[in-house]
């Protein structure tokens, strides 16, 4: 079903006795004031108070912006009550003072954003994010923008001629219970919302649905089976290529893998609730999943085999499942699932008739949809009543990402003993390497060797643009400068120099940037070396015009060919300078990771570092509040970047200063379009990062554009390299975990170790301890690094 986009549900209307408690109509943006701000204090209310004569709508409050002063006798207060329990609005009867938040909303104000919303209960408590996403929802119910800016319109017009006749609102449908609190009538006449009162029913307990959905796909019957195989052909990355699938519905444990001539990938999960899902790239790393990139793994591989229909998962807390507060289309049924204190949801949809999934949608990564859809369901063996989906074909909505599985063999075996469990299975994570099918793998597979001394310094070039760039050795010809990026997953090189090169063309991935995302296809080369770090068969993206983005730097050094990320940072741990930008002190050292011994002061600073799809992810504090910020060195003229999530979230548009027009540059196949026009607005926010409270507020953008510095439903924004300018970077990708070490400057001071996550963090295995090893193998038989 579209999701249509209308105003806000949580109009007020009118202006009311205590202030206005009113929807601003910029793009159909808006607040809901609470109804208890807009109740008369005496249940029977005393009626409308004619408004002091010779005050004018214009002037009914200060050039400051506070309301005017009334003795108390005007406003109908009892001396005898504490003063702070009314507010001082232009009106004589009293009402209750607004939240301090809300006090701002007391007169008209149109300086809101677009899609801006924050709702309220009557006590004043902010609507949790749950329900937020659940009044978010109910804007499917196909309530136009139109429809509010008459309503809007005629408020002001009403409010400009000094009438206070309160004029109704639009019909509002199946509003969930969740927020019916905020039904109220203000006073006599006055509606607060004006919803139906038919809130949707589904005709269905929710165990009654979750029976009826194990008896569609055969749960039982799965789950008295042991390991179920499903084989066929996948079609990923514009590329056919053998998939195997198995899974056990009894225990949730999966492994999935698939193989080209060109490349593989494999992930997989042992069962171990308190165990990560395990992923070797196309990179042919081995790394452990985290935040959305595990969630949204979990929910497909559990709706896929089945085991989300398990009876205990609820009891155990590890999902949960509830039925959306609105309707589906007709001959459909809706199925919300999550994991237990996590952020991603997924909905699923049936088949009312035959209670079979029809799809299953996910928004992943901040920015899309993911969504699967699950055709021709069979009984895949005869005699047992297993059904499953002969295609499935995944997509990102919107996006020009598409896999298609088309099922070509189905075998069960029984549950395995003991003895059988205790053989290498491909579930755990591949420490040891596995093979699944054959020892044959036509695809090649990038690997990391080291040469020389376990410590090398290495020339960086700190631009004026803010970036950071290295010369490295492609194919061993020196071919031009890279930018070193923690924000790129996969490195990337030109078209032109990767045909000079006659590196291999193969697939296509689309690639997001700050300007929007394309396709872009793959290129295979023979090494990739800087320094000691020699990269063998090294995959890349062909990305043109990244050179128009770094300016400020000697021409004569040659041109700007790719960028590197995540795969050098996995291969090393990497000690960045960063200097002030267009300096030349700046220096890169780079260090084999299994010798690493951080010093004592390096080891104190070390702190947890999370990835998202082979980006790094930090704790950041800013004001009273601590959330995960992007680390992107590769992001410059800024110090720190707030999505519409976190603007919204923490509310930072009141310590907004300014707002415009900016122009965000971006890599872009197109030549002319590596900039994107994005509204935003600029604060100054103090700041706490790596142990230090920087001495200044940081500069900072708050972003308000959909879908825009936004990779994950847990980050809030973007550490950018202006803010770690001056700072020594430790990046230590083996251990998860990075270090800042900033040189003293005068009334910028260190703060207090109190966070848990500064102490202590999860290893790779589950475990509050330090490594011995840095773990990251290759599937070749040979250790990262070794």
Request: aromatic fraction near 10%; proline fraction near 7%.
């Amino acid at each position: 079903m579209a999701c249509v986009q209308p105003a806000c549900l949580g109009a007020a209307c009118g202006p009311t006795l205590g202030g206005w408690a009113q929807r601003d109509a910029v793009g159909g943006a808006g607040r809901t004031v609470p109804a208890e701000a807009l109740r008369p204090r005496n249940a029977g209310g005393e009626g409308d108070a004619e408004r002091p004569s010779g005050e004018d709508a214009s002037t009914s409050s200060t050039d400051q912006g506070e309301p005017p002063q009334t003795s108390d006798s005007a406003r109908g207060r009892d001396p005898n009550e504490p003063e702070e329990r009314y507010g001082k609005g232009p009106y004589p009867n009293p009402y209750p003072i607004l939240p301090r938040e809300l006090q701002q909303w007391q007169k008209p104000k149109r300086d809101v954003l677009p899609g801006y919303e924050i709702h309220y209960h009557e006590d004043g408590r902010r609507f949790t994010e749950e329900e937020e996403e659940e009044f978010e929802l109910q804007r499917k119910l196909g309530v136009v923008d139109a429809a509010y800016e008459e309503y809007d319109r005629e408020c002001a017009e009403a409010f400009a001629r000094g009438d206070f006749a309160p004029i109704p609102p639009p019909r509002l449908m199946r509003l969930p219970a969740k927020v019916s609190n905020l039904i109220q009538t203000a006073r006599d006449g006055m509606t607060y919302m004006v919803p139906d009162a038919n809130v949707y029913d589904p005709g269905i307990s929710l165990e009654d649905a979750l029976a009826n959905m194990r008896a569609a796909v055969g749960y039982d019957d799965y789950h008295q089976q042991g390991i179920v195989t499903v084989t066929g052909t996948q079609e990923l990355f514009k590329m056919e290529g053998q998939y195997t699938w198995l899974f056990e519905v009894r225990t949730g444990r999966f492994f999935e893998q698939w193989k080209s001539p060109q490349l593989s990938t494999s992930l997989g999960w042992n069962g171990n609730q308190n165990a990560s899902v395990w992923d070797a790239n196309m990179q042919g790393k081995v790394r452990l999943l985290d935040l959305d990139d595990l969630e949204v793994v979990h929910l497909a591989h559990w709706v896929r085999s089945g085991y989300y229909l398990n009876r205990s998962l609820e009891a155990k807390r590890v999902m949960t499942l509830s039925i959306p507060n609105y309707q589906p289309e007709p001959g459909e049924f809706l199925l919300r699932i999550r994991m237990t204190k996590k952020m991603i949801k997924g909905t699923i949809v049936f088949d009312r008739e035959t209670w079979l999934p029809k799809r299953l949608t996910m928004k992943v990564f901040g920015t899309c949809e993911e969504r699967w859809e699950f055709n021709d369901w069979r009984r895949m063996k005869p005699g047992l009543a297993c059904l499953h989906p002969v295609e499935v074909i995944k997509e990102h909505v919107g996006s020009a990402g598409r896999t298609v599985l088309r099922v070509e063999t189905f075998e069960t075996r029984p549950p395995l003993t003991q003895a059988e469990e205790n053989e290498e299975l491909p579930f755990d994570v591949p420490i040891i390497p596995y093979q699944v099918a054959s020892p044959e793998d036509p695809a090649p597979r990038q690997s990391v060797k080291w040469v020389g001394d376990d410590i090398v310094d290495v020339q960086m070039i700190r631009t004026e643009s803010g970036h950071n760039l290295v010369r490295p050795l492609v194919d061993g010809q020196d071919i031009g400068l890279y930018v070193v990026d923690t924000g790129a997953s996969i490195m990337t090189i030109t078209k032109e120099h990767a045909t000079r090169l006659g590196m291999e063309q193969f697939g296509e991935i689309n690639v997001v940037t700050a300007t929007g995302e394309f396709p872009a296809p793959f290129r295979r080369g023979r090494t990739w070396q800087l320094g000691p770090v020699v990269i063998s068969d090294p995959l890349f993206m062909e990305v043109d015009h990244l050179a128009e983005l770094v300016t400020g730097y000697d021409p004569a050094l040659g041109p700007v060919v790719g960028a590197v990320g995540h795969d050098l940072f996995f291969s090393a741990t990497v000690h960045m300078r960063l200097t002030e930008a267009g300096t030349d002190d700046a220096g890169i050292r780079l260090q084999r990771p299994e010798k690493y011994e951080a010093l004592p002061d390096d080891a104190s600073l070390m702190q947890r570092v999370q990835m998202i799809g082979g980006c790094p992810v930090a704790r950041g504090t800013f004001g009273r509040y601590t959330d995960l910020f992007l680390v992107d060195t590769g992001a410059g003229g800024v110090d720190l970047i707030f999505n519409k999530r976190g603007v919204a979230k923490y509310d930072l548009l009141n310590a907004r200063r300014r707002r415009g027009n900016m122009r965000i540059k971006g890599v872009s196949p197109f030549p002319g379009q590596e900039q994107s026009a994005v509204r935003l607005f600029s604060a100054e926010i103090p700041f706490v990062l790596g142990g230090y409270t920087f001495k200044q507020p940081k500069q900072a953008l708050l972003c308000i554009e959909e879908n825009m510095f936004d990779i994950s439903e847990y980050v809030v924004g973007v550490i950018c390299g202006e803010l770690l300018e001056g700072s020594r970077i430790i990046f230590d990708y083996p251990r998860l975990r990075w270090a800042i070490i900033r040189d003293p400057i005068p009334g910028e001071e260190k703060a207090p170790y109190d966070y848990e996550f500064v102490t202590e963090w999860e290893s790779l295995f589950g475990h509050n301890e330090e490594l011995a090893q840095p773990v990251g193998f290759e599937l070749n038989n040979n250790p990262v690094n070794s």
